[in-house]
């Protein structure tokens, strides 16, 4: 049987929050439906190019209408992200999570995390993923949301890796578990 584990309560720095927030945009992007969002305005703008430019051959216009439309897409999901990500970061300082210690604890059967005014408590076989990144593990507590432990406050590395192997472990445990 599994040993319970708590941490030393932690806040987390506008620097490890970016890192989340980048492989969590990585992790979301990875399905082809996540792009959609990026299609109307580049489509529109192809749509018009084609449209407007009757005065060139057809070989043509579909070559440019194509070009402006992955132009288009591209620079359309930088700038939403780009966009995003700066809004995260600006507003980092009001939330909870940027102004309050975070605890987390292991248990056989739950990972809680608390911070000051509200203590979640989760099964391990409900988790949606741990994952690391960087020198953070991540506790997906749902598939756009998760519980950022930075490997800071451990004592060393190596303390940082043998906490995210054991939450590994029993989230592992559990979904086996769960699904037999």
Same mark, same amino acid.
């Given at each position: &049987? ?9 806040? %987390? ?13 990585? +992790?979301?992007? #990875?399905?082809? *439906? /996540?792009?959609?969002?990026? $299609?109307? !305005?580049?489509?529109?703008?192809? $749509? &018009? %190019? ?5 005065? =060139? !051959?057809?070989?043509? +216009?579909?070559? @440019? ?14 700038? &939403? ?9 600006? #507003? ?10 975070? +605890? $987390? ?6 990972? %809680? ?9 989760? *099964?391990? !076989?409900? =988790?949606?993923? @741990?994952?690391?990144?960087? *020198?953070? /593990?991540? @506790?997906?507590?749902?598939?756009? &949301?998760? $519980? ?18 054991? !939450? ?11 699904? /037999?």
């Amino acid at each position: &049987m599994a040993t319970d584990i708590e941490l030393s309560p932690y806040r %987390i720095t506008a620097n490890e929050y970016a890192a989340f927030n980048l492989h969590f945009l990585v +992790r979301h992007y #990875r399905s082809w *439906k /996540s792009w959609l969002i990026f $299609v109307p !305005a580049p489509l529109f703008l192809a $749509v &018009m %190019i084609f449209l407007t430019s009757d005065n =060139l !051959a057809v070989e043509v +216009r579909l070559g @440019v209408t194509l070009a402006a439309f992955f132009i288009a897409f591209i620079l359309s999901a930088i700038l &939403m992200q780009g966009c995003a990500l700066a809004r995260c970061l600006l #507003r980092f300082g009001k939330q909870p999570i940027g102004q309050a210690e975070i +605890r $987390v604890s292991l248990t056989d059967g739950l990972f %809680i995390s608390a911070l000051p005014q509200q203590e979640v408590r989760y *099964k391990w !076989a409900g =988790l949606h993923d @741990v994952v690391r990144s960087g *020198k953070l /593990s991540l @506790v997906y507590v749902h598939p756009h &949301m998760a $519980v950022i432990i930075p490997d800071r406050i451990f004592a060393d590395e190596e303390a940082a890796h043998t906490f995210f192997d054991e !939450a590994h472990d029993r989230w592992t445990r559990a979904k086996a578990t769960a699904g /037999s």
